[in-house]
């Protein structure tokens, strides 16, 4: 059996990766979105709100350096 993530890879020429792993976190104001790190990016994703055609925009940041202490990295 497949799983929906494999049969939504099959959909793109070449064979996906995983990149990394994002967490939904809320914002002050409520706002839903998506944060991660790749390396030493820090990664957001926010729904549009902006009109357009797209859904969502992926915004790219330096990360802080990880802090010590165990913090479930591995």
Known sequence: MT?????DAR???A???????????VSRKGRRY???????LRIVVWE?????EHSHVLMFGAAAPP???????R
Do not use: K, Y
């Open 34 to 40: 998506l944060t991660g790190r790749l390396g030493g």
């Open 67 to 73: 802090t010590s202490g165990g913090g479930g990295r």
């Open 15 to 25: 064979p996906l990766i995983e990149g990394c792993r994002l967490f939904e976190r």
């Open 3 to 7: 799983s929906d993530r494999d049969q």
């Open 11 to 13: 959909r793109f020429e």
């Open 48 to 52: 549009a709100n902006d009109g357009g």
